[in-house]
């Protein structure tokens, strides 16, 4: 119990301290944020949602029983706070987890939080209640869970079948939030109900999303922003544009953009930052001939990662495995180490002439190649790779055209593994082994979108997520990322960069380093005007 009892200490010494360091600057209040979103979410919904679109603009309306220092950049274990809880504690065999809760925080319809509405939400999440969900996409990351207890009203347990030392990294992502016990889920969906800083406003379809303050907060000087603002604007020359024009506080661009932005608003703030998503080449297992492992192996054969990242990121990308990569990814490998993996050799025509001599015993040539269509979402970040993916593949004997699907129905069909190939992202939502592998890769995982299943790997991905010495569990992690390259899981083709921009009159706003899903609290975040 004492190890529990430091980091409970721990944590709720450095909540007064960030509450100390807040009160003593000059922060303004009121005024409204604008920022923009590059897509329409189906839903306000964060627990039905997959995409950052919804989560982003959702992450403020909810609190968390923990989350990640906001003004931390590398999300870590290290850097988890108390929300709604007041700090937590683990049990000695490290199977229970206890959150003493808040008193006196009300939901945005007046009702009182209470450790009914913890359990209420995992309940739902793993599926023990009468409510559903119309999807879960985060079903796979409480597999470990066994149940959710309360004393009272403000105590609840988490009860683990297994050791699980990152469990509160889950709970502290921004995919985490506590939902009312008293709002059925189908209602979340069109008028989420919170505890956070912002009530939610509106949301118009391919419009706009906004927010209000909520001035019954329980951060008693929270938020600083009078609302904020969500346009929905899918072109990346019309928000660059906008907000070089100053019409946008903060705007999210891809690397080719920011020389534009650079020399027309000087004097905007740009973070360039890992986006924590990987690149990945999706291909169907059970249909032929895609079924073939040896074929699967000729196609990762053939990706040279570097011209990807030269071409669309102007060599700001990173080459990585299903973790990663360093210094911004905490449990990533490194070069020395990615280099010994099938299909990452710094020697790609000596990789092409491997794969080229796959695709001849096959029965593949230059006079029979082989056609078909590779699926990619109506997205920038989805359309563009798939260009140089499919110059790429025609090195050795394989034609494909690129199949646009729109963003309502890209989860579902691929979710239901109706596709033969494509280029998905992989977006990691935490830089957390147990995140990334139990969402994207166990055998039963909804986001397994490949339907990979080797119980071998699932058997050490349990492994390392008991490990409690970082460093031992950093060797496991290794093994399964050796193990996945292997298996040609799902290739993983690059790590893009993100650049956040921001207007000089923004403050308090801190850019994460390995996950573009937890940094939108907002709470913290004022105008300087």
């Not at 169907?284 to 040896?294: A, G, I, Q």
């Not at 055998?443 to 490990?467: F, H, W």
Request: aromatic share 10%; glycine share 6%; charged share 25%.
């Amino acid at each position: 119990m004492k190890g529990g009892l430091r980091v409970l200490v721990a944590a709720v010494s450095l909540s007064l301290a960030l509450s100390v360091a807040n009160a003593t600057s000059a922060q303004k209040a009121g005024g409204i944020l604008k920022i923009t979103i590059f897509d329409s979410p189906s839903s306000m919904s964060t627990h039905e949602e997959s995409a950052i679109a919804a989560e982003r603009a959702m992450m403020g309306v909810f609190n968390n029983l923990v989350m990640f220092d906001q003004h931390v950049p590398q999300n870590s274990e290290q850097s988890i706070v108390p929300d709604l809880a007041t700090g937590w504690l683990w049990s000695e065999n490290g199977t229970a987890l206890t959150f003493p809760l808040r008193r006196g925080v009300k939901w945005h319809d007046g009702q009182p939080f209470t450790a009914r509405d913890v359990k209420c939400t995992w309940d739902i999440l793993t599926e023990k209640s009468n409510e559903k969900l119309r999807v879960n996409p985060r079903k796979p990351w409480y597999r470990n869970l066994d149940d959710v207890t309360s004393v009272g009203d403000y105590e609840v347990t988490f009860h683990l079948k297994r050791p699980q030392p990152a469990f509160l990294a889950l709970l502290a992502s921004g995919w985490s939030p506590v939902y009312p016990c008293h709002v059925p889920p189908r209602d979340m969906r069109s008028h989420p109900i919170g505890t956070g800083p912002f009530k939610f406003g509106e949301f118009k379809p391919k419009e706009v999303i906004r927010v209000a303050r909520n001035p019954d907060y329980w951060k008693k000087d929270r938020p600083y922003l009078d609302g904020i603002e969500y346009p929905i604007i899918p072109s990346t020359s019309t928000r660059m544009l906008g907000f070089i024009a100053g019409k946008f506080d903060i705007s999210f661009l891809q690397i080719p953009l920011l020389r534009d932005v650079r020399s027309q608003a000087p004097q905007a703030i740009c973070d360039l930052v890992p986006d924590n998503a990987a690149r990945n080449l999706i291909v169907s297992r059970t249909v032929p001939p895609f079924d073939n492992p040896d074929l699967r192996r000729a196609m990762t054969l053939s990706l040279d990662r570097k011209a990807f990242i030269d071409i669309l990121t102007e060599g700001q990308g990173d080459i990585g495995g299903a973790m990663l990569p360093p210094p911004n990814g905490v449990w990533g490998m490194p070069p020395e180490v990615l280099h010994t993996l099938p299909g990452y050799g710094p020697d790609v025509q000596k990789n092409r002439e491997e794969a080229r001599q796959i695709m001849e015993r096959l029965g593949y040539g230059p006079d029979k190649r082989l056609v078909f269509t590779l699926s990619a979402r109506n997205m920038p970040v989805y359309r563009d790779p798939p260009i140089i993916l499919l110059s790429q593949l025609r090195e050795i004997y394989i034609d494909a055209e690129v199949q646009i699907i729109e963003t309502v129905q890209w989860y579902p069909k691929i979710m239901r593994k109706d596709y033969t190939a494509g280029l998905s992202i992989s977006e990691n939502s935490l830089d957390e082994p147990d995140q990334s592998f139990y969402e994207n890769y166990v055998c039963d995982a909804e986001r397994n979108y490949t339907g990979y299943c080797n119980p071998k790997v699932d058997k050490l991905i349990d492994e390392q997520s008991m490990e409690s010495d970082p460093a031992r569990r950093k060797e496991l992690v290794w093994k399964v990322e050796r193990a996945l390259a292997e298996d040609d899981a799902q290739p993983v083709i690059f790590y893009g960069r993100v650049a956040t921009c921001y207007q000089p009159q923004v403050k308090g706003l801190t850019t994460m380093v390995n996950s573009m899903f937890n940094g939108w609290r907002m709470e913290d975040v004022w105008l300087d005007q």
